[in-house]
């Protein structure tokens, strides 16, 4: 079955740029999503095929994907980014998510 | 805005079947352009697909789960639902709906959610 492999933990100081990886066999071959949630919340979609922003989400999150590594990259970061992200893929009719990354700004 | 609502038993006995009904508001489930999903995740942990459904009754499971999972919709109610058979304490988790967008099928993503109700597999 396919793997999605995710940092467990991110730091990012306040105000500087953090990118979240998400590495899969050939991952740069499938379209990838990813979420937001925060503590004791429902996941937010903030990336959509790879690098589309859903309605609603700042422009300082933007998504990359190529080879066997997709990136999640938030500019600017800020206190309220703190949270977990999880990558998301389709695989062989079945959905997959990635283990989730801990993101924490300094 | 479309809005989705999870209701059902949050306590299960061992061995039971799990329940769980999503309503859709602010739009139809019908809509040829998705799929409707549930998702759960234990406490603690990281984020699980049960299985997907369109408003035609076709479905996707979970390998890992298809055993036990039965998904299935109701379009005259803009209801879809959610069984789990033979359960343990494994499966307690908080369990979400969401719409599931059709990306050349079940290959979307997942937007928006419900807001979860935890589930306990206990005696």
């Known amino acids: 079955s396919y793997e999605l492999t995710q940092p467990l933990s991110v730091s990012v100081a306040l105000g500087q740029t953090a990118r979240i990886t998400c590495g899969g066999n050939?991952?740069?071959?499938?379209?990838v999503h990813w979420y937001q949630q925060k503590p004791g919340q429902a996941p937010v979609l903030v990336i959509y095929r790879d690098s589309n922003r859903p309605s609603g989400i700042p422009e300082r999150f933007s998504g990359s994907n190529s080879g066997n590594t997709a990136t999640l990259t938030i500019s600017r970061a800020q206190a309220g980014d703190e949270a977990d992200y999880y990558c998301q893929v389709w695989d062989s009719s079945n959905v997959v998510f990635g283990g989730g990354t801990k993101l924490t700004v300094l | 805005q479309l809005q989705l609502q999870e209701s059902g038993p949050g306590l299960v006995k061992p061995s039971e079947t799990l329940s769980l009904t999503c309503t859709v508001s602010g739009g139809s489930i019908s809509s040829s352009s998705y799929y409707w999903g549930w998702i759960r995740q234990p406490p603690g942990k990281g984020l699980e697909w049960i299985g997907s459904?369109?408003?035609?009754?076709?479905?996707y499971y979970n390998p890992s789960l298809k055993s036990r999972v039965t998904i299935s919709v109701d379009t005259s109610k803009n209801q879809f639902s959610l069984k789990l058979s033979s359960v343990t304490a494994a499966d307690t988790a908080v369990y979400y709906c969401?719409?599931?967008?059709?990306?050349?099928?079940?290959?979307?993503?997942?937007?928006?959610w419900g807001q979860g109700t935890l589930v306990t597999v206990s005696s």
């Open positions: 050939n991952i740069g071959s499938k379209n």
């Open positions: 969401a719409r599931h967008w059709d990306d050349y099928g079940p290959r979307g993503w997942f937007d928006p």
């Open positions: 459904i369109y408003y035609s009754g076709s479905t």
